[in-house]
């Protein structure tokens, strides 16, 4: 039910921008929580956007990438993708990215890890300066 497959992560200078994809099994016409959190060696694991599947693709995002990240999904087929894009990206995004989500939630704690019970592998981003 919660499969999770990121992918997109790579290396890219200072302003550049990347799009990563998490591939669900999770089913297009459902309610779902399903967010992207990354994690930097060293520091705790932050929350970074989430989108409510169904019912208007609500989203959320953390302070620090308004206006420069966005969450979007994609229901063309049976399953949700979801993907990220992120442009003007700064040295301090660096971090491995995980896609997660919560099968049939309301996002009633976006960006809080704890929320979710199914998490991809990660994929790494890493930005140059």
């Known amino acids: 039910q919660g499969q999770l497959v990121e992918s997109g992560g790579g290396s890219v200078q200072a302003g550049g921008s990347l799009r990563l994809s998490c591939a669900t099994s999770?089913?297009?016409?459902?309610?779902?929580?399903i967010g992207w959190f990354r994690q930097a060696p060293g520091r705790e694991r932050e929350g970074v956007t989430a989108?409510?599947?169904?019912?208007?693709?609500?989203?959320?995002?953390a302070d620090s990438v308004k206006g420069r990240f966005t969450i979007s999904q994609d229901n063309a087929k049976n399953t949700v993708t979801v993907y990220l894009q992120m442009n003007s990206l700064k040295p301090a995004d660096t971090a491995m990215y995980y896609c997660?989500?919560?099968?049939?939630?309301?996002?009633?704690?976006?960006?809080?890890?704890?929320?979710?019970?199914?998490w991809g592998q990660g994929t790494q981003v890493t930005v140059s300066s």
């Open positions: 999770l089913t297009s016409y459902g309610m779902n929580c």
């Open positions: 997660a989500a919560v099968p049939g939630g309301y996002c009633s704690r976006p960006l809080s890890g704890d929320y979710y019970n199914y």
């Open positions: 989108i409510r599947t169904g019912g208007g693709g609500t989203t959320f995002y």
